[in-house]
């Protein structure tokens, strides 16, 4: 549905996006992950037709955006960075507006704009100027402009961005009940949210997309894949800790909360060597879990221009 083609922008010296390409199929929802100037609203804004690239285009449901941009923006809902609107219009002259411009008029405007309160949960602030809006409302506009001509493909810049738990949780709702017929791109901050929506994260800094995968996959990168957390009754003491670490495809021991954290070494399994050890010296094991991988762990490895080795 969505296919982006070598997507570069300089800003001046500044290469803000460098040489950018995916694809996203129908049903996926893309993470967009990056620190602060990475290059993800650029890329979006180049997606959407609203910058032109230095170089490259984007393909929407088979449309250029460069070459044919009212048809291809016809398959796009676009939450731009921000969220804006018009402040001194309350929501329901925005999505009115919103409407008119998307080519609805009539029995259908009404219906379409009562579809997207319901699903966005704004009824209750229709009619106050949007400029009294809380951040979290005014999110939550933007996104139901976005949803109005219920686009193929969604593009939604930071769309949890200033919302409360339950506002996130619901948005998130949102979003993945809207999966199965969408090609979805969230750009966001939070590998909370990207473990939560997405059926994939593209990570990207300085421009560039340094990873691609699952969420499951890029957590396999981090040290704490198949690490143990272990809880011994009466404690640990140093014999113990170096046993464990003298176990082969054991990394390293670290204190964690009451008990230690075993890593693994390359990721490998060493829960099993682990419980047999416990067993033949006889400890009394009150705790034992084996960790997924941590993105966090991963996302700062990859986006830190001198990553610190990780403790071994
Ligand atoms: N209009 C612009 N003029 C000059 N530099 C810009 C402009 N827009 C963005 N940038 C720069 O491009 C880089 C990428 O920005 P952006 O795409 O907004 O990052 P992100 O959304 O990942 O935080 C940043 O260094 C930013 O300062
Ligand atoms: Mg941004």
């Known amino acids: 549905m969505l296919e982006i083609r070598h997507l570069v922008k300089s800003f001046g010296p500044l290469i803000a996006v460098d040489d950018v390409s995916f694809t996203v199929p129908q049903g996926e929802v893309l993470g967009f992950l990056g620190p602060n100037g990475a290059g993800k609203s650029t890329t979006m804004k180049m997606i959407t037709g609203f910058l032109a690239p230095t170089a490259g285009t984007a393909i929407i449901c088979g449309y250029d955006i460069a070459t044919q941009p009212i ?21 329901d002259n925005f999505l009115g507006f919103i409407a008119h411009i998307r080519g609805f008029s009539g029995e259908e405007a009404r219906r379409r704009i009562s579809r997207v309160v319901e699903m966005i949960r704004i009824a209750e602030v229709m009619h106050q100027p949007i400029e009294t809006l809380s951040k979290g409302y005014k999110r939550r506009v933007g996104v139901a402009q976005a949803l109005l001509h219920d686009p193929d493909v969604l593009i939604l810049d930071e769309p ?10 619901e948005m998130r709702s949102v979003i993945a009940a809207m999966r199965p017929n969408k090609a979805i791109i969230i750009s966001t901050h939070l590998l909370e949210e990207v473990e939560a929506v997405c059926s994939r994260a593209i990570i990207i800094a300085h421009g560039r997309i340094l990873a ?21 009754v009466g404690g640990a ?44 010296r006889g400890w009394t094991v009150s705790g034992l879990q084996v960790e997924r991988g941590r993105l966090d762990d991963v996302f700062r490895e990859i986006t830190t221009p001198h990553p610190i080795a990780a403790a071994a």
Do not use: C, W
């Open 212 to 232: 691609d995968g699952t969420p499951a996959e890029l957590a396999q990168r981090s040290r704490h894949h198949n690490a143990v957390r272990l809880a011994i």
């Open 71 to 91: 048809p291809a923006k016809r398959h796009i809902g676009y939450l731009p960075e921000g969220a804006p609107a018009y402040p001194d219009m309350t929501p």
């Open 237 to 280: 003491d140093a014999n113990v800790r170096a046993e464990l670490a003298a176990l082969p495809g054991v990394a390293g021991v670290d204190t964690a909360g009451n008990g230690l954290i075993v890593f693994s070494r390359g990721g490998d399994p060493v829960v099993g060597a682990i419980a047999d050890l416990a067993r033949e």
């Open 160 to 169: 949890t961005d200033g919302l409360d738990p339950n506002q996130k949780y």
